[in-house]
Structure formats: structure tokens, C-alpha cells
């Protein structure tokens, strides 16, 4: 698979390819960006990513399938704007699956609830070392439930491994603090084969909204792993500390 250089000429101007491409789509359907410039930015270098190494402007949120452009049309990839978000996820829920396109609505309210959460907000609460291990149970968990998990693991209640199924370029821009691995979905039967002898560990995986990261704990769990969480709705609903860089 392809490595993209985040910095390089080349996908730089990708970059601002791309940005003119989602002003064009705010313009052309009334859409306004997420009051969560992270958001964006986490999506729109996706998409730029995804132009390169595929030609099309693939949702970043999915894991793309097909090895040729004839395996991938019939696979009925996500390319943005997709229809899902225009026929229904934006009508409904007021933003898209990844969040980039929004409605004024839905963009205003939610910045006014980051505005009261952060002025309300506290740390979860310390666990016991028998409700860590339950929560550690858990397949699906909420921001909340994972940054419990790791103040409990600090502590040595429990013990797993938080991975990462974004790409490099992802996880250099953004990842959870006390993220044991990089697992990018791109690269999946590669670093799939090397795991095969660690099917009873416990793992948390995570991505952006929690699509990539529930397509490969679906798979994990088919091939025998026992103990494969998922964060539910992604690093963007995660309330804890978020570090940059290797």
C-alpha cells in the first residue's frame, strides 16, 4: 500500500484540492463545517489521502474495499459526498457519518454544547478494581468507559492494549494518550498475520468515528480473538487527553 508524506509537495496541494472541494460542497447544498476544527481537519486530510492512493475521494471514515477500481465500484465504497450522508444521515441527524458537513442548525447547537460540557466538566470518576474488570468486558464503550479504562490501567487494575486503526498521518495529527500500537486498516493483512498468535490479549481499538475501528473488531472476533473492545463513536467523542506526534 502506498505511504503518503503529510508534508510533501504532492499532498499539500491535495490538501487544498480538497478544501476547495468541501467549500464546494458547503456552498452547493447549504452544508456549514463543524464548529470542531479537529473534525475537520482529521477528515479532510483523509480524503486527501484517500485521492491519492485510490483516485477518489473515498470516505476516510470506512475502510476501503477492493484491490482494483472494478473490486472497489462493485464493493459500493462511500465517496464523498456520499449518499447515505445526502439521503439521510444529514437529513435526520443534522451531520454527516464523519462530521465535516453539517447543517447551520445542528453546527450551532453544537457548539453550544461544547461551550456548557467544557464549562461542567469533570473527570470520570475512579474505578474499582472489580468494575474495572467488568467495564473491560464491554465490546462497545463510550469516551468516558475508555479514559476510566486507562486511569485504571495506570494503576494496574486492568491490563490491555489501546490500538490505533487510523493512519500514520492520523495518529501523528491526534491519538489518545497511553495508545499501545498503530494498526492502520490500509495495512490490514500485513499486521493482521503478525497478530495471530495473541488471541487471548485484551484490545480496545479505536479510529475516528468508530466505523474502521467496529469493521475490524467484527473481523478479530470471527478469527478467534476472545477479549476485542471498540470505542463506539471514535477519538472525536473521546473526553480525555489527546497527544500529537510519534
Known amino acids: 500500500m502506498q505511504q503518503i508524506d503529510m508534508n510533501s509537495p504532492e499532498f499539500q496541494a491535495e490538501l487544498e484540492k480538497t478544501w476547495k472541494f468541501v467549500e464546494k460542497v458547503d456552498q452547493q447544498f447549504g452544508f456549514v463545517q463543524n464548529p470542531d ?14 485521492r491519492l492512493i485510490y483516485g477518489k475521494r473515498y470516505c476516510p471514515c470506512f475502510m476501503v474495499i477492493g484491490d482494483t477500481p472494478e473490486e472497489r465500484k462493485k464493493a459500493d465504497n ?27 442548525e445542528y453546527a450551532q447547537k453544537k457548539a453550544m454544547e461544547e461551550k456548557i460540557e467544557e464549562a461542567v466538566h469533570r473527570h470520570s470518576r475512579g474505578l474499582t478494581a472489580q468494575e474495572a474488570q467488568t467495564l473491560l468486558e464491554k465490546e462497545q464503550l463510550d469516551g468516558d468507559e475508555l479514559e476510566a479504562l486507562i486511569e485504571a490501567r495506570d494503576l494496574e487494575m486492568v491490563r490491555f492494549t489501546l490500538v490505533d486503526v ?7 495529527m491526534g491519538h489518545i494518550k497511553g495508545t499501545d500500537e498503530l ?10 498475520e503478525k497478530i495471530q498468535g495473541r488471541k487471548e490479549e485484551r484490545f480496545i481499538l479505536y479510529c475516528h468515528t468508530g466505523s474502521r475501528s467496529h469493521q475490524v473488531q467484527h473481523v478479530m472476533k470471527a ?20 497527544v500529537q506526534g510519534d
Open 166 to 172: 487510523r493512519e500514520p498521518m492520523e495518529y501523528q
Open 223 to 242: 478469527q478467534g480473538f476472545r477479549h476485542v473492545g471498540n470505542l463506539t463513536y471514535g477519538i472525536i467523542a473521546y473526553p480525555g487527553e489527546i
Open 37 to 50: 476544527d479537529e473534525i475537520n481537519e482529521g477528515v479532510a486530510m483523509g480524503l486527501a489521502r484517500n
Open 183 to 192: 494498526w492502520p486498516t490500509t495495512q490490514f493483512y500485513d499486521w493482521f
Open 78 to 104: 462511500r465517496i464523498c459526498p456520499c449518499k447515505p450522508a445526502l439521503e439521510k444521515e444529514i437529513p435526520e441527524d443534522g451531520v454527516c457519518h464523519c462530521g465535516i458537513f453539517c447543517t447551520p
